[in-house]
């Protein structure tokens, strides 16, 4: 899959661009900032990453033309946070924000987010491996050695994840927006509910230490 990272802000967007290097993503930083339009076109992106304030026209300008050619999803970065603002992006065709300072983790849950929801996209290929645990995407399974465990779609999610950010801590904000597409009825207690079904039901294969916490944070895997 391919990114487009409309930010002018240098040092953000090279980390940007590496972080999504790293999660298995072509991206590349657009430089020609008068013409935006061609960038798109040329790259062909999946998804765009669009600053608010840029030089010679704004990010909803080009949001505005953009839309005129392609139905890419476009996720907006801004540190404006008033809720016009916000409004103003998504009437345009925005299909997220993120506000500045971003949060990479948090980022990159909401891509992943919007790709799936656009595309029916699942990261990496069918399954994702876990020391010898197999993540079956496409059955909705967890395989172990002598096991196989049937998940919800909202267990797949958040094993889904975990297992990509593998040791590293997932924070409760990027899991939500991952399992609930920022659903705002959908807070912290719901998290941990569904995180103590799914540590209920990996007891049951001997599993139940996988998912640690990360007290006042997030979640990772053991």
């Known amino acids: 899959m391919k990114i487009l990272i409309v930010e002018d802000e240098a040092t953000l967007a090279s980390l940007l661009e590496e972080e999504l290097v790293q999660w298995g993503y072509l991206s590349k930083k657009a430089s020609n900032f008068n013409d935006i339009l061609a960038e798109v076109t040329d790259f ?4 765009v990453l669009m600053d608010v304030s840029l030089p010679f026209y704004n990010g909803f300008y080009w949001t505005e033309k953009i839309r005129q050619i392609s139905h890419v999803p476009i996720i907006f970065i801004t540190s404006h946070t008033e809720s016009g603002d916000i409004v103003r992006a ?10 500045k300072p971003i949060d990479i ?12 929801r656009t595309y029916d996209y699942k990261v990496g290929s069918d399954s994702i491996m876990y020391g010898d645990l197999k993540l079956n995407l496409s059955v909705a399974h967890l ?8 998940l ?5 999610l958040i094993l889904e994840i975990l297992f990509n950010f593998k040791n590293k ?7 939500i ?7 705002a009825f959908i807070d912290d207690n719901t998290l941990a509910v569904n995180i103590a079904r799914l540590r209920k039901k990996l007891k049951t294969v001997g599993y139940d230490e996988l998912i640690q916490t ?4 997030g979640y990772y895997l053991k």
């Open 44 to 47: 062909k992106p999946d998804l």
């Open 90 to 99: 998504m009437q345009m065709g925005a299909d997220e924000y993120i506000t």
């Open 105 to 116: 983790t948090v980022t990159i849950a909401k891509i992943q987010a919007v790709l799936r």
């Open 143 to 150: 395989e172990g050695k002598n096991f196989v465990l049937e």
């Open 152 to 156: 919800t779609r909202t267990e797949l």
């Open 169 to 175: 801590i997932a924070k409760r904000e990027a899991i």
């Open 177 to 183: 927006n991952y399992c609930w597409q920022g659903d």
């Open 214 to 217: 990360k007290k006042g944070i």
